[in-house]
């Protein structure tokens, strides 16, 4: 299915700096890295017609991409939002380092929508995608759903993106840190407890 593009006001200059200078102080503050991020993810859709953002990072212990913060979710949502490398948009983005715009998801087959958090049949959506980099490797990505617009929109609002996924990118690499650590806490907790019963099981599996 084709959409055609709403209007939608375009992002004053003065807008998108003011942006970048709340996503600096709050990277600056001292605090728990997941709170940031999603503080981070919330001023994005302050600002711009988006109607989800998530950030993903890949585990270093295990490969899998996981989300570790969204705005616009439901938990059961960010917890399906699980890739293996090069699995879907993001997936591809993290395995090859290059963002990747989706002008209308719903033309694109690499748009799994894993999360189940958007009706494709009803809503019109573009996707961006840019990859998180530290020392020129991939830690994960910064991605949104917004509303559609034309292509030069689109290229501008993806050079934002990527100046704010730079700026994410010692927080992400802390969360990759602190992803890993409650893997092995879950670990530890299974060993102990060595237990059959299903209601441990699903509490161990949303640790992982």
Same mark, same amino acid.
């Given at each position: 299915?084709?959409? &055609?593009? %709403? &209007?939608?006001?375009? @992002? &004053?200059?003065?807008?998108?700096?003011?942006?970048?200078?709340? @996503? !600096?102080?709050?990277?600056?503050?001292?605090? *728990?890295?997941?709170?940031?991020?999603?503080?981070?993810?919330?001023? $994005?859709?302050?600002?711009?017609?988006?109607?989800?953002?998530?950030?993903?990072?890949?585990?270093?212990?295990?490969?899998? $991409?996981?989300? =570790?913060?969204?705005?616009?979710?439901?938990?059961? =949502?960010?917890?399906?939002?699980?890739?293996?490398?090069?699995?879907?948009?993001?997936?591809?983005?993290?395995?090859?380092?290059?963002?990747?715009? @989706?002008?209308?998801? +719903?033309? =694109? #087959?690499?748009?799994? *929508?894993?999360?189940?958090?958007?009706?494709?049949?009803?809503?019109?959506?573009?996707?961006?995608?840019? %990859?998180?980099?530290?020392?020129?490797? +991939?830690?994960?990505?910064? &991605?949104?759903?917004?509303?559609?617009?034309?292509? #030069?929109?689109?290229?501008?609002?993806?050079?934002?993106?990527?100046?704010?996924?730079?700026?994410?990118?010692? !927080? !992400?690499?802390?969360?990759?840190?602190?992803?890993? =650590?409650? !893997?092995? +806490?879950?670990?530890?907790?299974?060993?102990?407890?060595?237990?059959?019963? #299903?209601?441990?099981?699903?509490?161990?599996?949303?640790?992982?």
């Amino acid at each position: 299915m084709t959409h &055609s593009s %709403p &209007s939608v006001s375009p @992002v &004053s200059d003065a807008a998108k700096l003011h942006l970048l200078r709340d @996503v !600096a102080e709050i990277m600056r503050a001292p605090g *728990n890295v997941h709170d940031a991020l999603e503080t981070v993810l919330e001023r $994005i859709r302050q600002t711009l017609p988006v109607l989800r953002g998530s950030v993903t990072l890949i585990s270093p212990a295990t490969g899998e $991409i996981r989300i =570790e913060a969204s705005c616009g979710l439901k938990e059961a =949502e960010r917890l399906r939002g699980r890739y293996a490398r090069g699995e879907g948009v993001t997936g591809r983005v993290i395995q090859t380092g290059q963002a990747m715009c @989706v002008a209308d998801v +719903s033309g =694109e #087959p690499l748009f799994l *929508n894993r999360t189940g958090s958007r009706d494709l049949e009803h809503e019109a959506i573009s996707f961006l995608c840019v %990859p998180i980099r530290i020392a020129g490797q +991939s830690v994960g990505a910064l &991605s949104v759903d917004r509303q559609l617009a034309d292509t #030069p929109t689109l290229l501008e609002e993806m050079d934002l993106l990527h100046i704010i996924a730079t700026l994410l990118g010692h !927080a !992400a690499f802390e969360g990759q840190r602190f992803m890993d =650590e409650i !893997a092995k +806490s879950a670990s530890t907790l299974a060993d102990m407890f060595h237990t059959s019963s #299903p209601v441990m099981r699903h509490v161990l599996a949303q640790m992982e």
